[in-house]
């Protein structure tokens, strides 16, 4: 009886196991250096997106596995296969649009100006004439600056490289997405926001554009998730 009850369990465990595998992937491209949306957390990458990502797999039935690269690298790795999905707080810009289909919008930001605290003479975007500005490459606030005239920027990497350069004065101000400059503002002392009218932009998850049936699917879980509170809670958990 005993030794039944064991090839019973051992079959059992088999099954699942198997069933486990037979999962399809979801390979998904991020950078983590962009907090909440995702960052490492004691090496693990962790964040909103990172979250809500999980739940999308899990509505699809999907394994997903997490590709962290540089921020200018995500479009090519859709582009050539190397992942599935881009979730990295993603602006879906009409110039992003030509390389790739976005699915519908989950997060509006918009750009805003990190200062010191005593910076006096900085209020609103126009005071950045004549300023060295510091913004993150490619991204939408490079975009904003580098369109402005008589403003010079240092681009960065990684947004927290700008933060410690704006700290130790090596820059008059950093623009970046207002979501991540609160999280900024409330881990570092004696840092400021100012203008923060900048135009709005919507956050979504980018697909290679020969993936449609992906995008319908993701649409529908992105959904299902805002019905269920499943995003609501994840924004109480984040922002
Ligand atoms: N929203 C900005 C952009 O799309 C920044 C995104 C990010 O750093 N992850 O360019």
Avoid: C
């Avoid at 509006?108 to 004549?130: E, M, S």
């Amino acid at each position: 009886m005993k030794k039944i009850l064991k090839s019973l369990v051992l079959f059992l465990m088999l099954v699942v196991s198997s069933l486990t595998f037979a999962k399809e992937k979801l390979y998904v491209g991020t950078n983590a250096e962009f907090p909440p949306f995702e960052y490492l957390d004691k090496g693990d990458i962790v964040g909103f997106d990172i979250d809500l990502v999980k739940a999308i797999g899990n509505k699809l039935g999907m394994d997903v596995v997490i590709k962290d690269m540089s921020f200018d690298g995500l479009i090519p790795a859709l582009e050539t296969n190397k992942v599935d999905i881009v979730i990295a707080g993603m602006t879906a810009t009409d110039e992003r649009k030509i390389a790739v289909n976005f699915s519908n919008p989950y997060y509006t930001a918009n750009q805003v100006i990190i200062l010191k605290d005593d910076n006096k003479d900085i209020k609103t975007f126009d005071d950045l004439n004549g300023k060295l500005v510091g913004v993150m490459l490619g991204f939408t606030g490079d975009v904003v600056v580098s369109e402005m005239k008589n403003v010079e920027s240092k681009k960065y990497n990684a947004s927290f490289a700008a933060i410690m350069e704006l700290q130790n004065n090596k820059i008059d101000a950093v623009v970046l997405d207002s979501e991540t400059a609160l999280n900024y503002l409330k881990n570092n002392k004696g840092l400021k926001l100012a203008d923060t009218s900048g135009e709005p932009e919507e956050y979504a998850i980018a697909i290679s554009k020969k993936n449609t049936e992906l995008l319908n699917k993701i649409n529908t879980a992105l959904d299902e998730l805002k019905k269920d509170g499943t995003y609501e809670s994840l924004l109480k958990k984040y922002m």
